[in-house]
Nanobody
């Protein structure tokens, strides 16, 4: 079975930083596209960042570009999301996912494996 375990969420003040981790088992993270999604209360889940397996390119939603950085450690089968300059509007449950659609203007998880989510709350 594929399992993705996200961690690292928490409560942080406006302008603060957090680093999310996602460890994978039953799946090798360099074998397919991987990425991060988030879902705020009352909103749809949105793709915010991904790594393309084809060439290692990274893509970001406009809402997080320049503030968030996605990375992966293939030796430890783990992906990360470094989040800097956090804003209250970044408050959401964050999910890691694998086997996603990953393009510069399109990040979707139609056929994805999903992690369980980790809560990020940014206070003003």
């Amino acid at each position: 079975d594929v399992q993705l375990q996200a961690s690292g969420g928490g409560l942080v003040q406006d302008g603060g930083s957090l680093r999310l981790s996602c460890s994978a088992s039953g799946f090798t993270i360099d074998s397919d596209n991987i990425g991060w999604f988030r879902q705020a209360p009352g909103k749809e889940r949105e793709g915010i960042s991904c790594i393309s397996v084809s060439d290692g390119s990274t893509y970001y939603a406009d809402s997080v570009k320049g503030r968030f950085t996605i990375s992966s450690d293939n030796a430890n089968n783990t992906m990360y999301l470094q989040m800097n300059s956090l804003k209250p509007e970044d408050t959401a449950v964050y999910y890691c996912a694998a086997r996603i659609l990953c393009y510069s203007d399109y990040i979707r998880g139609l056929f994805a494996f999903w992690g369980q989510g980790t809560q990020v709350t940014v206070s003003s």
